[in-house]
């Protein structure tokens, strides 16, 4: 399966400035993911939206999902240097309500510093 | 909420010599099960589908007599790396379709 693309690849930024994160899909979806991990390590899932949702808050982050473009976008606010790890989005394109075999983004490593 | 037990979460073995990674559904039961794997630096790349009962379905590309998946029971997968190469050294994650729970992965190094 093809990958979605992600950008940037790599950002950095200073503590307490926003993050922005695109990606971009290549089929129709079911819903759209974003995951964090940190070095290597397991994924941390943090939020799901819908095809039929535009856009979704958790906390500090704020996503959003534009279908007809086949992109999305995540936004962490108020940076925090714990929240330096890699982001990935990752798309299911199943059966609605059937969780399937997801295809992630390419990923976007960020880098809070103090 | 679904757990998803993996391990070991690291191995180092020697090459030629194969490597067993479990996935256990521990609250729940799994048909199904999804085998990623993780190149350093790269992104998560599906490589097969288990399916309890039956055969599993390899990604194109994914050698399937080197990567052996079995289903043995609705909360137990395994994935086994055969006459393993440092080219196969990378991070190996399973997961659920239930809510996609993911295992904690296995860091897989080949010296």
């Known amino acids: 399966s093809q990958q979605g693309e992600e950008d940037p690849q790599a950002l950095s930024i200073q503590e307490g400035e926003n993050a922005t994160m695109n990606c971009s899909y290549k089929?129709?979806?079911?819903?759209l993911q974003w995951y964090r991990q940190n070095s290597g390590r397991g994924l941390v899932h943090l939020i799901l939206?819908?095809?039929?949702?535009r856009e979704k808050h958790s906390g500090r982050l704020r996503v959003t999902l534009d279908t007809s473009k086949k992109s999305s976008s995540l936004l962490i606010t108020a940076s925090r240097a714990a929240d330096t790890a890699s982001y990935f989005c990752?798309?299911?394109?199943?059966?609605?309500?059937?969780?399937?075999?997801?295809?992630f983004g390419t990923g976007t490593r960020l880098q809070v510093t103090l | 909420g679904a757990v998803v037990s993996q391990h070991p979460s690291w191995v180092i073995c020697k090459s030629g010599t194969s490597v067993k990674i479990e996935c256990r559904s521990l609250?729940?039961?799994?048909?199904?099960m999804f085998w990623y794997r993780q190149f350093p630096k790269q992104s998560l790349m599906l490589m097969a589908t288990?399916?309890?009962?039956?055969?599993?379905?390899?990604e194109q590309g994914v050698e399937k007599d080197k990567f052996l998946i079995n289903h043995a029971s609705l909360t137990l997968s395994t994935l086994t790396v055969t006459s393993a190469h440092p080219e196969d050294s990378s991070f190996y994650i399973c997961?659920?379709?239930?809510?996609?729970?993911f295992g904690s992965g296995t860091r897989l190094t080949v010296v």
């Open positions: 990752a798309t299911d394109a199943g059966l609605t309500g059937t969780a399937s075999k997801l295809t």
């Open positions: 609250d729940f039961q799994a048909t199904t």
């Open positions: 939206i819908r095809s039929n949702e």
């Open positions: 288990s399916n309890e009962g039956s055969k599993a379905t390899y």
């Open positions: 089929t129709s979806i079911n819903n």
């Open positions: 997961s659920a379709p239930r809510g996609y729970t």
